[in-house]
């Protein structure tokens, strides 16, 4: 499974960014896709998860009723709306492969594409 992010950039505080996830090789392996991020001097920490079929989307409580995590086809989106400079991070998507929850560490997804960048501005 390879994964490929899109989407980051700079962004004025209250906008919005769609981020983008393709999914290619064995996509009939993904069970659950999730979107990561790291702040600078931060650890990464899961922002949302969703089950390849679509349904039960998982999110933290920091991005909860702003973020939308949603699978068209073999993309997988991230809609962020409402941005503060505390969304500032690398954005990166994960998969994991046979897994029955949407896990909030990162231990739990075996693959992982390119981080891409989001700075909100104040």
């Known amino acids: 499974v390879q994964l490929q992010a899109s989407g980051g950039g700079l962004v004025q505080a209250g906008g919005s960014l769609r981020l983008s996830c393709v999914v290619s090789?064995?996509?009939?392996?993904?069970?659950?896709m999730a979107w990561f991020r790291q702040a600078p001097g931060k650890d990464r920490e899961f922002v949302a998860g969703?089950?390849?079929?679509?349904?039960s989307p998982l999110y933290a409580d920091s991005v909860k009723g702003r973020f939308t995590i949603s699978r068209n086809g073999k993309t997988v989106y991230l809609q962020m709306n409402s941005l503060n400079h505390d969304d500032t991070a690398i954005y990166s998507c994960?998969?994991?492969?046979?897994?029955?929850?949407?896990?909030?560490?990162?231990?739990?997804?075996?693959?992982w594409g390119r981080g891409t960048l989001v700075t909100v501005s104040s």
């Open positions: 994960a998969c994991a492969i046979a897994s029955p929850r949407i896990a909030t560490f990162q231990r739990a997804y075996k693959y």
């Open positions: 090789g064995r996509t009939f392996d993904a069970s659950v």
């Open positions: 969703v089950h390849w079929s679509g349904d």
